[in-house]
């Protein structure tokens, strides 16, 4: 089974579709960027967002980073 990873929109993502995003690390406090080049992320089931939400995905069989569930933004998760 693949491994499930946190990341963070660099650009908005349409249902369908890919955007760029980056894979985030925890350091013990919260996640932050793991630095390196962004990722595509894709759409297969239908996940929408904006930059700065934040997601799971996996390395699909597509070879491809595939998006899971409903995306969220931090603030809107409030203090």
Not at 9 to 31: F, H, M, Q, R, S
Not at 51 to 75: A, K, M, P
């Amino acid at each position: 089974m693949a491994q499930l990873q946190i990341f963070e929109l660099v650009d908005t993502l349409e249902p369908g579709k890919k955007a760029k995003a980056t894979l985030l690390k925890w350091n013990g406090t919260v996640y932050s960027a793991r630095g390196g080049k962004p990722i595509l992320v894709y759409s297969f089931a239908g996940s929408h967002g904006v930059s700065g939400d934040r997601g799971y995905c996996f390395l699909g069989d597509s070879s491809r980073w595939e998006v899971v569930g409903t995306l969220i933004n931090e603030q809107d998760l409030g203090p």
